[in-house]
């Protein structure tokens, strides 16, 4: 997986082939890859989606009621964005809401790619600091993102996120997990391939 970006960007490919203990000199064989990011690209979107059944997809929306609190949470952001594009960011919401003493008001911002990164959006969540307001507990480029109910840290289920594109679309790239430190989302490591990992 780690091969498919550097395959898309390459001119041309060398496999160096050991031709075993007779000769120290490998076999080489060298291959074009012009065209290389468009097939790639094709197969990528024909392949079976990851299986995510096993954990709680956090889904955006722009009608939510909760669209105002975002807009005032990320207002500094959308100032920025305006001043540096002279545009308007789109923003969504989803509130993610664990058990009965836990929810994350979780923000996108979509916009101009050089601003936001390959993607073009920026997610930020925030939890309830008490008096105080919301408080920032989590922060990356797009993905899609899901919570998982099987790992849980003081009431605070690990948040699990697959890489997304400019449309939203899941692309190649490692599943990462996140985990609740006591104050916010960590990044815990990669999500295995075939089985999610279990609370430590």
């Excluded at 922060?139 to 919570?147: A, I, K, Q, R």
Aim: charged share 25%; with cysteine.
């Amino acid at each position: 997986r780690k091969a498919i970006e550097p395959l898309k960007a390459g001119l041309r490919l060398e496999l160096a082939l050991p031709q075993g203990e007779a000769t120290d000199t490998p076999v080489t064989a060298n291959f074009s890859l012009r065209g290389s990011k468009i097939a790639l690209n094709a197969a990528q979107e024909r392949c079976t989606p990851r299986d995510m059944s096993a954990y709680t997809p956090v889904t955006f929306t722009p009608y939510s009621s909760y669209i105002n609190l975002g807009r005032e949470l990320r207002d500094d952001d959308i100032a920025a964005f305006r001043l540096s594009t002279a545009s308007e960011p789109k923003l969504d919401v989803a509130m993610a809401e664990f058990g009965d003493k836990h929810r994350l008001l979780l923000t996108r911002l979509c916009g101009s790619s050089w601003y936001y990164g390959a993607s073009g959006c920026n997610i930020a969540g925030f939890a309830p600091a008490g008096d105080e307001g919301w408080e920032p507990v989590y922060d990356t480029e797009n993905v899609l993102l899901y919570s998982d109910p099987k790992n849980v840290i003081d009431g605070w289920p690990d948040l699990v996120t697959l890489p997304a594109g400019q449309k939203g679309q899941m692309v190649a790239g490692p599943g990462l997990i996140w985990r609740w430190d006591g104050k916010a989302y960590a990044l815990k490591g990669e999500l295995p391939e075939d089985e999610p990992v279990d609370a430590e």
